[in-house]
């Protein structure tokens, strides 16, 4: 039981350490849009969306940035989160997608 609390508590920590790199990319103006809580809606929302998505021959998803933006504003209406614009969304996702090139 232990081991499955010490997995909980790193990921976690993890998920802080990348909403935290987010808000640090986030242009001031957008950042003071979004709480905390809309950033890791968001992160879920992306990584929902890169599971789904279809990959080329190559095991390659084609990122069209506008486009999860867009996906991200259409789920966070739909689950009743907010109205978001999707022009603020995009720093969010072009955010999201530097963290990870972080981690490689």
Known sequence: MAELDD????????????VAFIQNQLPIDVKEKFTEDDIYY?????????????TDDEGYIDVDLDEVAAHVVKQAKKDKIGDFDTED??????????????LE
């Open 89 to 102: 969304v995009f720093f969010v996702v072009q955010a999201e997608l530097d963290y990870n090139e972080t």
């Open 42 to 54: 968001f992160v879920d929302v992306i990584l929902e969306y890169f599971s789904d998505a279809k």
């Open 7 to 18: 997995e909980l508590i790193k990921a976690a920590e993890e998920d802080a350490q990348e």
